[in-house]
């Protein structure tokens, strides 16, 4: 299938790596609003922004798009305005080969495994998600829409992580913890108890540090 990446980040470049080597899907190119000024990304071109989406997907014979953007507030954005400039859209998912994914887990539209990630069986994963390089997540939990796991954290069984919200690099989650929506779990955190929605926590054991609203930087 012909994809487009939307977006022309480090996470993008990831994500150009795991297509290619996993071979299910072509790159035909980038859409992106900070063009290059050569014109290109990874060797591949930027043929617009996403205002040109639509013209772009006839010409190029486009079947396919993956956002290329590592913050949950951002991607989501950048995916509304793909929606709304071309409604017939469709977002595809994709693993790196070397991801480890349980036969019943179903990964939500547009959501990207990275290489050495674990998906263990019995797991939900909403849209547009990422599970990034070596992050682990046990059985029988929920990935919301738009959450991102960064790269070495782990999730114990039945974690439930609410729409938006990030689990920061080697962080780790008890068994059945709740994180809820639009949270940010900081960096080498250890959660052992339930954390609510639009916080910023991190320590060990992790505490809630402050308010966050949805959409604020955390990258």
Known sequence: MKILILGASGHAKVIINLIELAGQHEVVGLVAEDRPEDGTFCGYPVVGGVEDLDAVCREYAVAGLVAGVGDNFR????????????????FVSAAHPSA??????????????????VLNPGMQVGRHCIVNTGACVDHDGLL?????????????????VGEGSAISLGASVIHGITIGADTVIG??????????ANVVAYGVPARVIRSRAKGDRYL
């Open 100 to 117: 480890q994914i349980a036969g019943d887990v179903e990964l939500g539209v547009g959501t990207v495994v990275m290489a050495g990630a």
């Open 187 to 196: 960096a080498g955190a250890v959660v052992v108890r339930d954390i609510p």
């Open 144 to 160: 919301s829409d738009f959450v991102s796991v960064a790269p070495g954290a782990t999730l114990g069984g039945n974690v439930r």
């Open 75 to 90: 991607r989501s954005e950048v995916i509304r305005r793909a929606t709304e400039i071309c409604p017939d859209s469709r």
